[in-house]
């Protein structure tokens, strides 16, 4: 007989069917086939590969059909294929062990996550030339991940990163700022503008955008001698009639006429211009930079250039009207184009497209767009009975990525409805260039306009076992630098081990959620050690090595990192909800621990 060949999206139905006669194992790893790409994705129950192998021959004659896939190709009957060798994996049990330590010991992804929640702080890596990923080191690369010391124990709001010079927001919402682009003189991280209860930030080619709990926006200089030298602001105090000048230049950027109730929900920023959302779905535009106007329709207003400008601030905002009652949800900024995402899941584009970025091919009488023009997302799946709607958009570099649900419809004049009726689909979409790997479709093309699917991350299903069913595992995050990507899956995750009798067996280990990475690694930013590009996602070693090699002792095994997910533990006596968050900026990369 042929050679059966399950598929992604298949294999786990037959895991379901023959769940009841698999063995339950509670802390292996379920390698699924994507393509090129072999993802492990965790379970709270997993199910045997050998049973569902043998379970799935009594599909034997079975014609399961998937959208563009075929679970069984043509059977026919020859001899029976040579059995299949079975290895057993003899037991990781250490007799004396507490059950805490029995899962350290059989659990690399168990440990991740108890560092992480013991250990808090940053780990970098990439670029060193600015000394951002180590500032008091005078190494030019950082090739594997490294904890920065000032921040051990240290949680953030948020924290971005350039090649030059960081920015970090801490736990009290106050701004730090360092690097040779901020120094050459300081190497610690520096708190800058303070007391303004700062929560987000978005960086352009020398400035530090941040929003403020109260949806104000403040503009600083990312260099420490214009923060001294430029004018400074009066502030009112507590105190009736008093006020002060501020202890740094920074300037506030305000849309002009916003309604009573509406106030700025979030920000983005490319190399020269700012996106700003505000809570009535409304977008505003304006300068980021001061050493450059927006000049290739990142704007979103038709001929707003230099010479054109109104009178005013030159970093004044401006009403992107194109998208006047879209009830926009969503924005993302790269170096010099601009997204939107409305409720109805429609993507606009405005911007440089000399690499594809909008999501459709360059015009040979000019390479940007200065409009928000829709993006056709309907016929990323022309030809098959699925409707798409995008949930997410991410931006960064020359490169924009789009995260798709796909319902199942039924075809017209289909007299049978297909059994995958209503079924979602989650995909991957990108865009722009790829000559660096950077659109993770496993080629390297210098300009894509037309959307290309990100094969490693669509299609992906997973059990649920809350529910009872069978999932898609959408993309979390997306986190865009100039050339590299890192992408936060949405798989399920467990982190209640031995937190209630029902989860106190000594098998029953946490893990997070599955992390990948891809792009340019001409500075070791993708942070596996090696210096070469990656046109496809892939894994990187856990963060902690040191704990990593004193767990595994001499055995040689491979584990990857995963990222931890958001919960509630006790740091130095206080009980916090934090998670582990990743950045990439420009040749650099980092993951820290979020409040």
């Not at 899962?103 to 690399?108: E, H, K, L, T």
């Not at 990312?222 to 501020?246: C, H, M, R, Y």
């Not at 927006?294 to 905002?317: C, H, N």
């Not at 299903?461 to 898609?472: A, G, K, L, R």
């Amino acid at each position: 007989m042929a050679p059966l060949h399950p598929g992604p999206r298949a294999f786990l139905e037959i895991c379901r069917a023959c769940r009841k006669s698999t063995v339950q194992h509670r802390y292996s790893s379920q390698r699924r086939q994507l393509g090129s790409q072999s993802f492990l994705i965790r379970k709270s129950t997993q199910v045997s590969l050998l049973a569902c192998t043998l379970g799935a021959g009594t599909l034997a004659a079975t014609w399961y059909h998937y959208p563009g896939f075929s679970f069984f190709q043509t059977v026919s009957a020859e001899a029976p294929p040579a059995p299949l060798e079975i290895k057993i994996e003899h037991t990781r049990k250490k007799k004396g062990l507490s059950k805490e330590e029995n899962r350290d010991n059989i659990s690399s992804q168990h440990l991740q996550v108890k560092r992480s929640w013991e250990n808090p702080g940053v780990y970098a890596w990439g670029s060193n030339s600015g000394r951002v990923v180590a500032p008091d080191s005078d190494e030019q690369v950082i090739r594997t991940p490294r904890r920065i010391p000032f921040f051990d124990g240290v949680l953030l709001r948020d924290i971005k990163l350039d090649r030059n010079f960081g920015a970090a927001i801490n736990e009290k919402g106050d701004l730090l700022q360092w690097g040779t682009g901020f120094s050459t003189d300081v190497r610690a991280p520096t708190p800058t503008l303070t007391g303004k209860n700062l929560r987000c930030l978005a960086i352009s080619r020398d400035r530090v955008i941040a929003l403020s709990s109260n949806g104000k926006v403040y503009s600083v200089s990312a260099a420490k001698g214009d923060q001294e030298t430029g004018p400074k602001v009066s502030e009112s105090s507590w105190i009736p009639f008093l006020s002060f000048n501020s202890t740094v230049s920074y300037r506030s950027i305000k849309p002009r006429k916003l309604g009573w109730s509406e106030r700025i929900r979030s920000i983005a920023s490319g190399a020269e211009h700012l996106l700003i959302l505000t809570s009535a779905g409304r977008v505003f535009t304006a300068a980021s930079s001061s050493e450059e106007f927006p000049a290739r329709g990142q704007l979103g207003i038709p001929g707003l250039v230099w010479t054109t400008r109104p009178e005013g601030p030159y970093d004044q905002p401006h009403e992107v009207s194109t998208l006047r009652g879209f009830d926009i949800t969503a924005v993302a900024a790269g170096d010099f184009h601009s997204l939107a995402l409305d409720k109805e899941g429609r993507v606009f584009a405005f911007g440089d497209n000399s690499s594809g970025q909008l999501g459709f091919e360059p015009s040979k009488e000019s390479n940007y767009v200065d409009a928000p023009s829709l993006l056709p997302l309907q016929k990323l799946y022309e030809g098959s009975n699925l409707v798409p709607k995008a949930k997410k958009i991410f931006a960064g570099g020359n490169n924009s990525f789009f995260s798709i649900d796909a319902a199942t419809v039924a075809r017209r004049g289909d007299e049978n409805k297909p059994a995958s009726l209503g079924r979602i689909v989650a995909d991957t979409w990108a865009c722009g260039q790829g000559i660096l790997g950077t659109l993770g479709n496993g080629r390297w093309t210098h300009i894509q306009g037309l959307p290309t699917k990100i094969k490693a991350l669509s299609g992906l299903f997973e059990y649920d076992e809350t529910n009872n069913t069978v999932i898609p595992i959408r993309l979390k995050s997306l986190s865009v630098g100039s050339t590299h990507a890192a992408a936060v899956m949405d798989n399920v995750t467990h982190v209640q081990a031995g937190t209630s009798g029902r989860t106190d067996s000594e098998n029953d280990t946490n893990w997070g959620a599955d992390i990948v990475w891809w792009g340019g690694n001409e500075y070791y930013q993708i942070g596996n050690g090696r210096r070469n590009n990656m046109n496809v996602p892939g894994y990187i070693a856990p963060l902690d090595s040191v704990a990593e090699t004193t767990r595994m002792g001499k055995k040689k095994e491979e584990h990857r990192f995963q990222i931890t997910p958001r919960h509630k533990v006790n740091v130095k006596g206080r009980n916090v909800s934090v998670e582990q968050r990743v950045e990439c900026g420009r040749m650099v990369s980092c993951v820290y621990s979020g409040v």
